[in-house]
């Protein structure tokens, strides 16, 4: 197991434009949340999934925003329409449930420019 | 609502000096609390964490009491190494199934030889 990992490790677009990002987490962890770390800030939760269920999404994902996790694997962020204000690094993770609650492994992240 | 606050960086420290991080926090309840790692290039990781109030987190060398009449979770270590220079985020999760956490905007901490 390599832990979580999330693809690709950078991503630069033009405003406007849609990107879609993965996060594969470790196989056998059921939870898997989707953060925003900004430069200078904490990262911030925008959802979370248990199995393929998206249980909760904060208030910071705007309806440009989608995250699926088909079958309960892996998982994908898509950004429609692309602003400026959506550049950011986004970090995933995983967690195996109500077991270790506390056990979260981050991801690398995925680093969006919007230029 | 909850919220972590923690001192502002940078931190520059000479090698083998004392650390000390601060954070508070706002919470309902009786959250756990996390301290979380950023090495350059890197993901979070974690370093420690505590559940109760009391209860003292410690992981390499770094420690953090829980101390729920002050609000705090303050970070320290002893001895710092050069390879200490990261970022360091105070976290708190709050009571419930959702398991998200809640972060400070961290402390970038320069360790010099």
């Known amino acids: 197991d390599t832990g979580v990992s999330q693809d690709p490790r950078h991503k630069i677009t033009k405003r406007g434009q849609n990107v879609t990002f993965r996060c594969d987490p470790i196989s056998e962890h059921n939870r898997l949340y989707w953060y925003r770390q900004t430069l200078g800030q904490g990262p911030e939760f925008l959802t979370y999934f248990q199995n393929e269920a998206q249980l909760e999404k904060s208030r910071l994902l705007s309806d440009r925003f989608s995250a699926e996790r088909p079958k309960g694997s892996f998982s994908t962020l898509e950004i429609q329409r692309t602003e400026q204000g959506d550049s950011a690094m986004y970090l995933c993770a995983s967690s195996l449930g109500t077991v270790h609650p506390y056990g979260y492994t981050f991801g690398s992240g995925t680093r969006l420019t919007v230029v | 609502g909850n919220s972590v606050t923690q001192m502002e960086g940078p931190v520059t420290l000479s090698e083998e000096a004392f650390l000390t991080i601060n954070c508070t926090y706002t919470?309902?309840?009786?959250?756990?609390l996390f301290w979380y790692v950023q090495y350059p290039g890197e993901g979070l990781q974690l370093l420690l964490k505590a559940t109760k109030a009391d209860d003292k987190g410690s992981n390499k060398g770094f420690e953090a009491t829980y101390r729920k009449e002050t609000t705090s979770f303050h970070l320290e270590k002893g001895s710092v190494q050069v390879s200490d220079s990261a970022v360091y985020f105070c976290a708190l999760r709050q009571g419930g199934s959702q398991g998200n956490l809640i972060f400070g905007k961290g402390t970038k901490l320069s360790v010099k030889p």
């Open positions: 919470a309902t309840g009786y959250p756990s």
